[in-house]
């Protein structure tokens, strides 16, 4: 979907950099090597790396670490940040529905509700390209919206607003039955003048959805938890993560 490539750039950066902390992306890596059991020394494949905010923190505790993105400006920064923090990351821009990797990496994950922007077709090619790149025995960790949460939140349409680095963020968004995905508009202000707007659509999986893509993808043992903390998963979650093994 084109939206991928326009809604990640800079006023998305602007816009969600008060909320990514440095307490939050410290706590969120521990989390994230818990789950996937890392040794020091392990191959890891952060999908969907963003500027690198998980990528670096796990280097800096040992694992080697790849970051793939499709977006080039996120790479460029995440580059830049691994280099300021001193630490050595492979950050590669890449399609995550056609990664270049066979069975090089112990674990990998993507997270932050980065799964679910193409369709069933093309987001199974994901795990498909995710499962490939992982040596056998390999695990992965996914985190995504829990579909009984978000029916709930956006069972009507809703409209909602927030500041961040001073711009104002108007957002309307709705839930289309029929496709299973959640659309939304999004306009940003600044000084009372519209500086942009966005649109992103995401494919709301249920658990036997993502469960079966995963078998058929290659994955086993597939586990789903309320998040990063390992809480038991609930119609009340905030969210759905599922752990696998390759």
Known sequence: MSW??????????????????????????????????????????????????????????????????ITPLFIEKAKRNAQSAGVDVEFIVSDARELNFVKEFDAAFMVFTSFGYYGLEDDFKILKSISKALKDNGRFLLD???????????????????????????????????????????????KGVEIGERKFSVKVYMPWEIKNMMLKAGFQDVAFMGGLDGSKFEIGSRRMVILAKK
Request: proline letters at 2%; hydrophobic letters at 40%; glycine letters at 6%.
């Open 144 to 190: 995504i919206w829990n579909p009984y949460r978000t029916f709930q939140k956006y069972a009507e349409a809703s409209r909602n607003w927030w500041v961040a680095n001073n711009i104002l963020v108007i957002e309307e968004t709705s839930y289309d039955y029929l496709t299973g995905f959640v659309n939304s508009l999004r306009k940003f202000f600044k």
């Open 4 to 69: 991928v490539r326009e809604f990640f750039d800079e006023i998305y950066l602007e816009t969600y950099k008060p909320f990514l902390t440095e307490e939050r992306n410290k706590r969120e890596a521990e989390l994230i090597a818990k789950l996937l059991d890392l040794k020091r020394g392990e191959k890891v494949l952060d999908v969907a790396c963003g500027h690198g905010r998980h990528s670096i923190l796990l280097a800096k505790m040992g694992y080697v670490v790849t970051g793939v993105d």
